[in-house]
């Protein structure tokens, strides 16, 4: 298993600023996969970040608004920015656990960071 | 487009009952399935997941799920559910793409209420 943790855990912002999570995994992982769960609602792919190379986004979804940078194996960033209400939202980071890409391991996820705009 | 949709929003159920939750995926194609839960106030947690094989799966606290790939479904089971597992339940499945990677999609969720 991974263990992942983020920062911040919740955060409160106001309308126009951007917020930048963390996420640090204890292992080296070869992909990092950004969610946001908003309020009563299912998992989102945002993008999935690869180590050396530029984040690939879901439709939707553009690195204007949810840049990410992938500096090495176990930590990667997201930024959400020029917020507006409409991005409340728990926002997680999850890793793919030990498995060949023919039985893909399963997703761990960070506790997440809860993010509130004013 | 690859999607996954679970059939109930939200079911009630009283303790000792018997639960079935529906998933059916789009892709025809290779799959990997899963179902997670999420408790109150806490993280999304594993419950089961199938690769190959056996298409019936037996994962933790006592859930199954039986894959059959001719209706694209991957139902949860549990003979005889408890208050503590009322929780959010989520059905997942990875998508191998052509390209060097590959995601994993989420159903919408069901919300299970078990009385006691």
């Known amino acids: 298993s991974a263990v992942i943790s983020q920062k911040p855990s919740r955060d409160i912002c106001q309308r126009g600023t951007s917020l930048t999570i963390q996420c640090q995994v204890d292992?080296?992982?070869?992909?990092m996969f950004w969610y946001r769960q908003q309020p009563g609602q299912s998992l989102t792919l945002i993008a999935t970040?690869?180590?050396?190379?530029?984040?690939?986004?879901e439709s939707g979804f553009v690195i204007d608004k949810f840049p990410i940078s992938r500096p090495n194996l176990t930590f990667s960033t997201l930024t959400v920015s020029n917020l507006s209400p409409e991005d409340s939202s728990i926002y997680l980071c999850?890793?793919?656990?030990?498995?060949?890409?023919?039985?893909?391991?399963?997703?761990?996820f960070g506790e997440g960071s809860r993010l509130t705009v004013l | 487009a690859q999607s996954v949709s679970q059939h109930n929003h939200h079911v009630i159920l009283s303790e000792a009952a018997s639960l079935e939750l529906g998933c059916n995926y789009s892709?025809?194609?290779?799959?990997?399935l899963f179902w997670y839960v999420q408790y109150p106030g806490q993280h999304l947690q594993l419950l089961l997941k199938y690769f190959s094989g056996d298409p019936l799966v037996k994962g933790i606290k006592g859930f199954e799920a039986e894959f059959i790939k001719s209706k694209f479904s991957f139902n949860l089971r549990k003979p005889s559910v408890q208050w503590s597992d009322t929780a959010e339940y989520f059905c997942a499945v990875r998508y191998f793409e052509e390209t060097s990677y590959d995601k994993v999609i989420f159903g919408p969720g069901t919300s299970l209420s078990v009385i006691p």
């Open positions: 999850s890793v793919e656990g030990p498995g060949d890409r023919g039985g893909g391991g399963e997703l761990f």
């Open positions: 292992s080296q992982v070869t992909m």
């Open positions: 892709y025809g194609g290779t799959v990997n």
């Open positions: 970040a690869n180590q050396g190379s530029e984040a690939t986004y």
